[in-house]
Antibody, heavy 124, light 111 residues
Framework: EVQLVESGGGLVQPGGSLKLSCAVS????????VHWVRQASGKGLEWVGR??????????AYAASVKGRFAISREDSKNTAYLQMNRLKSEDTAVYYC???????????????WGQGALVTVSS | QSVLTQPPSVSGAPGQRVTISCTGS?????????VHWYQQLPGTAPKLLIY???NRPSGVPDRFSGSKSGTSASLAITGLQAEDEADYYC???????????FGGGTKLTVL
């Protein structure tokens, strides 16, 4: 059974940092791409960014709203992906989903497995 | 405002057919990027419903189907059931933004 479990969410002050982890099991993680998607309360889905597999040099891409502040990484040996969030703003408050999908070109990429989400609240 | 435009809500009676549109532009759907659809039941994580414009993952009923034409795509649900009541999102890749984008979401109400 495919499982993605996010951890590391919580309350952080504006300007602070937080690192989310995503532990994956049940399939070949190393060959998959990882995407992070967030959802503010009562709002729609927003793509945050992605990291491709080693075969594609662990290439990363980010939404304009987080570029330069967020960084995605992965440790294939631990079947784990990470989302490092720096210089957090109140508008970053959301549930953050870790997702995986085939390591396709961006024009065809999609998420076929999702975690349960981790709540990040940015507030003083 | 989302790059991909969906109607905020649609509704239908049990057994009926409903469609949800996803309108993009020449930098995403019109550029040939694939469209994918997700279903989000209340209080749960999204679930992949359609990938690559028309393909259903295993386990998704054939009542759900996807299509794409020009700068738009559509999700059709036939034989509507109470358990289909959920939010539906389309997704594609936008070359101008160099990133994936979601539609604003459509709330389906089964009357």
């Amino acid at each position: 059974e495919v499982q993605l479990v996010e951890s590391g969410g919580g309350l952080v002050q504006p300007g602070g940092s937080l690192k989310l982890s995503c532990a994956v099991s049940g399939f070949t993680f190393s060959g998959s791409a990882v995407h992070w998607v967030r959802q503010a309360s009562g709002k729609g889905l927003e793509w945050v960014g992605r990291i491709r597999s080693k075969a594609n040099s662990y290439a990363t891409a980010y939404a304009a709203s987080v570029k330069g502040r967020f960084a995605i990484s992965r440790e294939d040996s631990k079947n784990t992906a990470y989302l490092q969030m720096n210089r957090l703003k109140s508008e970053d408050t959301a549930v953050y989903y870790c997702t995986t999908g085939p390591n396709y070109h961006d024009t065809s990429a999609y998420s076929d497995s999702w975690g349960q989400g981790a709540l990040v609240t940015v507030s003083s | 405002q989302s790059v991909l435009t969906q109607p905020p809500s649609v509704s239908g009676a049990p057994g009926q057919r409903v469609t949800i549109s996803c309108t993009g532009s020449s930098s995403n759907i019109g550029a040939g990027s694939d469209v994918h659809w997700y279903q989000q039941l209340p209080g749960t994580a999204p679930k992949l419903l359609i990938y690559g414009n028309t393909n259903r993952p295993s386990g998704v009923p054939d009542r759900f189907s996807g299509s794409k034409s020009g700068t738009s795509a559509s999700l059709a649900i036939t034989g509507l059931q109470a358990e289909d009541e959920a939010d539906y999102y389309c997704q594609s890749f936008d070359s101008s933004l160099s990133g994936s984008v979601f539609g604003g979401g459509t709330k389906l109400t089964v009357l």
